[in-house]
């Protein structure tokens, strides 16, 4: 009987393996309690491209009762082609100010409005400015969600807030046009999120400077950028659940690059990401933390430039996870960060953090961005290079996700200027000669000196970029003590990674790669392929002479060594 017991459990553990458990496992991706989607101005419930249901609010029990006379629904008078229909299409429209209320359990919660600049009901959205709270916050104020818009090819956006609700409290949520003026709103969301995922407690202090700022939870927030570094874009229904999640969108950061070095973009989408308490799954989803932005062999930093409105404080959270198989042990990545050369954290050690691989942290920081007099925009430039003070086995940097969250003024108010029109920046536009007109005199003049200019600018350059090269190399050549330090992390054909690059996979071994330091100059690019260029033709033309020369010697000693043929007499 105990043999046919022991047989049996022998069988059943063979069948069915007793699986790893962790933290993932035991701490499912978030399940929202508060779920609302408003679809402003529909008359019926539609599906939106994700598959989301929303609700009309048309006899809705989130609007007032006398919604229909001091409001109108109205449809978009034309749909650009890459709007959504869903939440976009429709909207309404304010001349007074309206209410919606919202029934929602005590917690912090993400507020989402849906702007799609258009005519409606003859009502010119670039006629439209109004303000917007929440309970007691401003979220907007003298707000145009005409010059607020993208850009002409994506006319529609979303603003996200982060609103804490008390206990037996509403969300009240109010639009109230300027004098002369009207409102308007194409959607509204409210979904639930963790209590401590941003909030982390009122006595938690947030590393700012070389002090603590407590981010309480009588603070709202803004988030203005969510980034999966290194990766493509995240969908909403891929974020922390396919049903009930949070339904954050993780864009890509290549936009906010700064400057032309992308470094390398290592990913690994089929590791099993080990998360923590610490670090739980709705943290920020896998996708996020198997793919990353490092350092190439010829960086000597990451940079990434962030406009932002300036008198706000900024809540900086940045993902990090090691997933390359050469980075296993403590000081073996090691780099510095900093916003506008103010520095957040010194030695940053992923592994010295989570303990492991493939184990997922973040870390916050709080910076200031000065006030202009106006509260207009201004750049957060964000830097993250290697420290090399204790000899780390890799002069690298690694960044896996970023968010970014403006918060609250002392006045409640999260309100910026609207941008000025025509403000987008665009590269300086190219000197175009009209046809049918020839240039004067004087025009070819400037030219020939600015010309003139540029070849010597161009001359020096690259006569500095060889001395240094040729000095670097003595040194190298000569060096034979010390460490030698890649600066970059060899990434193999047996790595759990892979690398990355605008037109490339090709992976550099490590012997390869050299380490720049941040006093040694080096020449843009496109000057560096130009030298490149014109040694590879110096060296072919020197191979071409000595071949050249070979040929002649020995055409030379054949003809000698022909044995002379005397004629018989």
């Known amino acids: 009987m105990m043999l046919s017991k022991a047989l049996s459990l022998f069988i059943l553990l063979t069948i069915f393996p007793k699986t790893p ?21 529909a008359s019926s419930n539609l599906n939106d ?22 409001s109108l629904s109205s449809t978009a008078s034309d749909m650009h082609p890459s709007v959504f229909q869903v939440p976009y299409e429709t909207a309404r429209v304010f001349r007074s100010p309206f209410t919606y209320t919202f029934p929602v359990l005590a917690g912090p919660k993400f507020l989402r409005l849906y702007f799609y600049p258009n005519t409606y009901s003859g009502f010119n959205a670039s006629q439209s400015f109004f303000s917007v709270t929440a309970n007691d916050f401003t979220l907007l104020s ?54 401590k995922l941003y909030f982390r407690g009122n006595d938690v202090g947030i590393r700012f400077v070389d002090q603590l700022f407590y981010l309480k939870n009588d603070t709202a927030l803004e988030n203005l950028y969510r980034l999966n570094v290194g990766g493509s874009n ?22 906010y690059i700064f400057g032309a070095d992308f470094g390398y973009t290592p990913h690994a989408e089929y590791l099993q990401i080990n998360y923590t308490a610490e670090t739980p799954p709705y943290s920020a989803p896998e996708i996020v933390y198997t793919t990353s932005r490092t350092m190439a062999n010829t960086s000597i930093s990451l940079e990434w430039g962030f406009p932002v409105d300036s008198g706000f404080y900024y809540l900086l959270r940045f993902h990090f996870c090691e997933i390359q198989l050469e980075v296993t042990k ?16 010194i030695q940053a050690d992923v592994i010295f ?39 780390p086995k890799y002069s690298n940097a690694l960044l896996n996700g970023l968010e970014i969250f403006k918060l609250s003024d002392s006045n409640r108010s999260l309100a910026a200027a609207n941008p000025e029109p025509g403000s987008i920046t665009s590269p300086p536009a190219v000197a175009v000669i009209p046809r049918g007109k020839k240039k004067t005199g004087a025009s070819s003049v400037i030219y020939a000196v600015i010309g003139s200019v540029i070849g010597v600018l161009a001359v020096g350059a690259a006569v500095s970029f060889l001395i240094l090269r040729r000095r670097r190399n003595v040194k190298d050549s000569v060096s034979t003590s010390g460490v030698a330090k890649s600066s970059w992390v060899p990434l ?24 720049f330091s941040s006093t040694r100059s080096k020449p843009p ?38 044995p002379v043929v005397k004629s018989r007499s």
């Open 21 to 41: 458990t962790t933290a993932a496992a035991a701490a499912p991706a978030y399940t929202a309690t508060d779920f609302i989607l408003l679809n402003c101005g």
């Open 49 to 70: 491209s994700s598959r989301r249901s929303w609700d009309s609010d048309d006899r809705s029990r989130y609007a007032p009762s006398n919604a229909a006379g001091v």
């Open 142 to 195: 003298n707000f145009s969600a005409f010059l607020n818009s993208p850009s002409p090819s994506e006319p529609s956006f979303m603003k996200e807030f982060i609103i804490n609700v008390d206990e037996n409290q509403r969300l009240d949520l109010t639009f109230s046009p300027n004098s002369n003026s009207f409102a308007f709103v194409n959607g509204i969301e409210i979904v639930s999120i963790p209590d």
């Open 234 to 255: 995240v969908e909403i229904q891929d974020d922390s659940g396919p049903t009930r999640g949070m339904f954050r969108a993780w864009a890509q950061d290549d936009d």
């Open 330 to 345: 403590q000081n073996e990545r090691v780099f510095t960060i900093s916003i506008n050369n103010q520095t957040l954290e």
């Open 353 to 391: 953090w989570t303990g492991g691989t493939e184990i997922p942290t973040f870390r916050d920081y709080i910076v200031w961005a000065s006030d202009d007099g106006r509260r207009g925009k201004k750049d957060l430039r964000l830097s993250l290079f290697p420290n090399m003070e204790g000899r």
């Open 492 to 515: 193999s054909t047996t790595s759990r990674s892979t690398a990355r690059t605008s037109g490339s996979n090709v992976s550099l071994p490590s012997d390869l790669c050299r380490y």
């Open 525 to 562: 690019p496109k000057l560096r392929r130009q030298f490149r260029h014109r040694k590879r033709r110096i060296r072919q033309r020197v191979q071409r002479f000595h071949r050249r020369r070979r040929w002649r010697h020995h055409h030379r000693r054949d003809k000698k060594a022909e």
